[in-house]
C-alpha cells in the first residue's frame, strides 16, 4: 500500500540532495546532518529548521498545484526552497515574521521553478537551477529592509590567521585544506570545514564523478581566487568557492556529456565563475544582499546554452531539455528541469 507520507518524506529529501544535483533521499540525509553539525558547533537550529521548513513546504507546494509528478518525485521542486529556508535566516535574525518569509519565500520558489522550467528551460534548453532560489532570495532579502519586524544581520568571521590578517599572500596547508572544504559546504551557507566533508561523502555515495567535479572545482576556486589576490576574508570563508564548484558539477558532469573537451570546457567555465563572483559581489553589495549562488547560475547558463555542439547528458528523469543527436529529445515535462 502506497504511503503518501513516507514517500513525501524522501521526495523532500531528494530535493535537499538535488542542491548538488544528486537525486538520492540517503544523500538528503546526509546533508542535514551536515546542517545540523554546523547547527550544533554554533549553537544557532535556526539554518537547519528553515531548510526543513523549506523543502517541505516547496514540496507541498508543488504538489498542491499539481506540477509534473516525476519531477517533484526526484526533488526537482524542492531544492530551491531548501536554499531559501536556510538563507534567510542566516541573513535575517529569528522572529515569528522571519518564519513567515521563510513559508512565503519557499512557496514561491516552487512557482518561480515552475516559471523558469516554462520558459528559460522549455524556448532555450537551460536548466533553471538555482536561478529561482536566487532570485526568490534577493527578493525576500532585499524586502526585509523594508520590514519593520525583520532585521538583517550577517555574522563577522572570527578568523585570525596571518592570511586573513593579510601577513601571508598563500594560506598554510591546514587552512587550505579548510578552505576547500568550506567552499563545498558554504552552498548551503554553512561555515564549518566539517560541514563541507559530510556534504562531499553524501556527494560520493551518489555519484562518484559528481565527487570529482565537486573536488575540481574547490580547488580550481582557491588556486584562482588565492593567485589572484582576492580579500582573505571571503576567501578563507569559502564564500569565491560554493558557487565553482556548482559550476565544475553542472558543465562537467550533469548537464554535458564527460569527456576530456567537457572537461577543458568546465574549468574554463569554473574559472570564470570565480571572476564573476567577484563581479556580482561588487555589483550587489550596495543594494545589501549577497550574491547567493548567482555566479554560478549566470555562468552556468552562459555555458550550457551553447550546448547544441556538443553531445548530450540527461539529468534524470526531466530530459526534454536535451538535445540528442543533433535532433531535439521527445517531448517530456521541462516545467522543473534542474
Same mark, same amino acid.
Given at each position: 500500500?502506497?504511503? $503518501?507520507?513516507?514517500? !513525501?518524506?524522501?521526495?523532500?529529501?531528494?530535493?535537499?540532495?538535488?542542491?548538488?544535483?544528486?537525486?538520492? #533521499?540517503?544523500?538528503?540525509?546526509?546533508?542535514?546532518?551536515?546542517?545540523?553539525?554546523?547547527?550544533?558547533?554554533?549553537?544557532?537550529?535556526?539554518?537547519? &529548521?528553515?531548510? %526543513?521548513?523549506?523543502?517541505?513546504?516547496? *514540496?507541498?507546494?508543488?504538489?498542491?498545484?499539481?506540477?509534473?509528478? $516525476?519531477?517533484?518525485?526526484?526533488?526537482?521542486?524542492?531544492?530551491?526552497?531548501?536554499?531559501?529556508? %536556510?538563507?534567510?535566516?542566516?541573513?535575517?535574525?529569528?522572529?515569528?515574521?522571519?518564519?513567515?518569509?521563510?513559508?512565503?519565500?519557499? %512557496?514561491?520558489?516552487?512557482?518561480?521553478?515552475?516559471?523558469? +522550467? #516554462?520558459?528559460?528551460?522549455?524556448?532555450?534548453?537551460?536548466?533553471?537551477? *538555482?536561478?529561482? !532560489?536566487?532570485?526568490?532570495?534577493?527578493?525576500?532579502?532585499?524586502? #526585509?529592509? @523594508?520590514?519593520?519586524?525583520?532585521?538583517?544581520?550577517?555574522?563577522?568571521?572570527?578568523?585570525?590567521?596571518?592570511?586573513?590578517?593579510?601577513?601571508?599572500?598563500?594560506?598554510?596547508?591546514?587552512?587550505?585544506?579548510?578552505?576547500? !572544504?568550506?567552499?563545498?559546504?558554504?552552498?548551503?551557507?554553512?561555515?564549518?570545514?566539517?560541514?563541507?566533508?559530510? &556534504?562531499?561523502?553524501?556527494?560520493?555515495?551518489?555519484?562518484?564523478?559528481?565527487?570529482?567535479?565537486?573536488?575540481?572545482? @574547490?580547488?580550481?576556486?582557491?588556486?584562482?581566487?588565492?593567485?589572484?589576490?582576492?580579500?582573505?576574508?571571503?576567501?578563507?570563508?569559502?564564500?569565491?568557492?560554493?558557487? $565553482?564548484?556548482?559550476? #565544475?558539477?553542472?558543465?562537467?558532469?550533469?548537464?554535458?556529456?564527460?569527456?576530456?573537451?567537457?572537461?577543458?570546457?568546465?574549468?574554463?567555465? *569554473? &574559472?570564470?565563475?570565480?571572476?564573476?563572483?567577484?563581479?556580482?559581489?561588487?555589483?550587489?553589495?550596495?543594494?545589501?544582499?549577497?550574491?547567493? *549562488?548567482?555566479?554560478?547560475?549566470?555562468?552556468?547558463?552562459? !555555458?550550457?546554452?551553447?550546448?547544441?555542439?556538443?553531445?548530450?547528458?540527461?539529468?534524470?528523469?526531466?530530459?526534454?531539455?536535451?538535445?540528442?543527436? +543533433?535532433?531535439?529529445?521527445? %517531448?517530456?515535462?521541462?516545467?522543473?528541469?534542474?
Amino acid at each position: 500500500m502506497a504511503n $503518501p507520507v513516507g514517500n !513525501f518524506v524522501v521526495h523532500s529529501l531528494r530535493g535537499t540532495s538535488q542542491v548538488f544535483f544528486m537525486e538520492n #533521499a540517503l544523500t538528503g540525509v546526509i546533508f542535514f546532518a551536515a546542517m545540523a553539525y554546523a547547527s550544533y558547533v554554533s549553537g544557532v537550529w535556526a539554518t537547519t &529548521i528553515g531548510a %526543513a521548513v523549506g523543502v517541505l513546504v516547496a *514540496t507541498l507546494t508543488a504538489k498542491l498545484l499539481n506540477c509534473d509528478e $516525476p519531477s517533484v518525485a526526484s526533488g526537482l521542486y524542492g531544492f530551491n526552497g531548501v536554499l531559501v529556508g %536556510a538563507a534567510l535566516p542566516t541573513l535575517i535574525a529569528v522572529s515569528p515574521q522571519l518564519w513567515v518569509s521563510v513559508v512565503v519565500g519557499a %512557496a514561491v520558489s516552487t512557482v518561480v521553478t515552475a516559471a523558469f +522550467g #516554462a520558459t528559460l528551460t522549455s524556448k532555450w534548453g537551460v536548466p533553471g537551477s *538555482t536561478g529561482p !532560489f536566487v532570485l526568490t532570495g534577493w527578493l525576500m532579502v532585499a524586502a #526585509a529592509y @523594508s520590514f519593520g519586524t525583520l532585521q538583517v544581520t550577517g555574522d563577522t568571521p572570527k578568523l585570525a590567521s596571518d592570511y586573513v590578517q593579510g601577513l601571508a599572500s598563500i594560506p598554510q596547508p591546514q587552512e587550505l585544506v579548510e578552505i576547500f !572544504f568550506r567552499n563545498i559546504g558554504q552552498v548551503y551557507l554553512l561555515g564549518p570545514a566539517i560541514s563541507g566533508v559530510i &556534504i562531499l561523502v553524501g556527494i560520493f555515495i551518489a555519484s562518484v564523478p559528481a565527487g570529482i567535479a565537486a573536488v575540481a572545482g @574547490s580547488l580550481i576556486a582557491m588556486v584562482v581566487a588565492i593567485g589572484m589576490g582576492v580579500a582573505p576574508s571571503p576567501v578563507s570563508q569559502g564564500l569565491y568557492g560554493f558557487s $565553482p564548484v556548482l559550476t #565544475a558539477m553542472a558543465v562537467g558532469v550533469i548537464f554535458l556529456k564527460p569527456s576530456f573537451r567537457v572537461a577543458v570546457y568546465a574549468v574554463l567555465a *569554473t &574559472i570564470m565563475t570565480v571572476f564573476v563572483q567577484g563581479a556580482l559581489d561588487v555589483l550587489v553589495a550596495p543594494g545589501g544582499i549577497p550574491s547567493f *549562488t548567482a555566479p554560478y547560475v549566470l555562468t552556468m547558463y552562459l !555555458f550550457i546554452a551553447p550546448k547544441k555542439l556538443m553531445a548530450p547528458h540527461p539529468h534524470t528523469p526531466v530530459s526534454g531539455h536535451l538535445i540528442e543527436h +543533433g535532433r531535439e529529445a521527445p %517531448a517530456h515535462p521541462a516545467g522543473a528541469a534542474h
